[in-house]
């Protein structure tokens, strides 16, 4: 009797289960495969539907393209530079406001409020700010005249220049989301464990590396994690700073490449942005799980 009822509170789970299941095969696991699929047809025509031929070309064509290699060099320029250092300051900001009692909600509010903001918006606001134009020079290179600096064009200058604003960009985009989590991982740890740290005498920095980053690295490598992905997936920032025609620019991405293979001057190649797409799956997946070992030895589950 109870074998039959648990078989039918199983059945009754996979009912309940099949709505979600039905949409993440539909959304999910068939577009993935349907772009693996394109990946390997040579030569498609998307509005006949026809292809010569299956084989690797699209990837060795991807991969030789000078456009990919560079928006390949840009995704990990990105990913390298804004990951650990939005997840590091965004650490000392949520330890200050967490140690702080007065108007604690206020700054919080103030912290999160460019996380609701428009992107695109945000990214025209710093083109403003970083812009040489024919009338002003901008807010930014203003400044660094005021220093002795002379001025740069960050938007249309060198490369350094404008890889630059775009960490900085990215940077002040990510950090709101990042500090909301780790002021409520903060908030979360056990006062007890700091009320025996006073007792024992313990420093501040030595509580902070012995207590407070062990029961918050949990919620650090989910930043870690949900950060790499994001910055690889970058792409509407990019437009907002650098305009449409990236490759121009020398700015684009690898989602940038695979939507100017769909969609852009060089568009009407589904095989190229697929193939293009499932690299970049690659790469992502291959990060996260060597940050997942890596996690294995330094995340504490509590």
């Known amino acids: 009797m109870a074998g039959k009822r648990s078989e039918h509170n199983g059945a009754k789970g996979w009912l309940y289960l099949l709505p979600a299941l039905l949409f993440l095969g539909a959304?999910?696991?068939y577009p993935l495969f349907d772009?693996?699929?394109?990946?390997?047809?040579?030569?498609?025509?998307?509005?006949?539907?026809?292809?010569?031929?299956?084989?690797?070309?699209?990837?060795?064509y991807v991969l030789h393209d000078p456009y990919f290699l560079q928006a390949v060099k840009n995704t990990l320029i990105l990913v390298v530079i804004t990951v650990p250092l939005s997840t590091g300051i965004a650490l000392l900001i949520s330890v200050g406001l967490n140690s702080i009692t007065p108007l604690r909600n206020l700054f919080q509010t103030i912290y999160f409020l460019p996380y609701v903001t428009n992107t695109l918006a945000v990214g025209l606001v710093f083109m403003i700010l970083f812009q040489k134009t024919a009338y002003s020079d901008g807010l930014i290179n203003l400044m660094i005249t005021w220093f002795g600096g002379s001025a740069v064009d960050f938007i249309d200058g060198p490369y350094w220049a404008k890889m630059f604003v775009l960490c900085f960009y990215t940077i002040w985009v990510v950090m709101p989301f990042k500090i909301l989590i780790l002021?409520?991982?903060?908030?979360?740890?056990?006062?007890?464990?700091?009320?025996?740290?006073?007792?024992d005498g313990t420093s501040a920095f030595r509580t902070f590396m012995r207590i407070t980053l062990p029961m918050i690295s949990p919620m650090i490598f989910y930043l870690i994690i949900t950060g790499f992905i994001g910055a690889f997936k970058a792409y509407s920032d990019v437009?907002?700073?650098?305009?449409t025609n990236l490759n121009a620019a020398?700015?684009?991405?690898?989602?940038?490449?695979?939507?100017?293979?769909?969609?852009?001057?060089s568009g009407g190649y589904p095989s190229?942005?697929?193939?293009?797409a499932i690299l970049l799956f690659c790469i992502v997946l291959t990060i996260t799980c060597i940050n997942l070992l890596i996690s294995k030895k330094n995340v504490h589950y509590s």
């Open 35 to 60: 772009v693996f699929v394109y990946s390997f047809e040579e030569g498609y025509h998307s509005a006949s539907q026809t292809y010569f031929g299956t084989g690797l070309y699209n990837y060795s």
């Open 239 to 243: 437009v907002a700073l650098f305009g």
């Open 272 to 276: 190229y942005a697929s193939a293009a």
């Open 250 to 265: 020398e700015m684009n991405t690898i989602v940038g490449y695979v939507y100017d293979m769909l969609y852009g001057d």
């Open 183 to 199: 002021t409520s991982a903060l908030a979360s740890v056990n006062q007890e464990y700091y009320n025996a740290a006073k007792v």
């Open 27 to 29: 959304f999910m696991v």
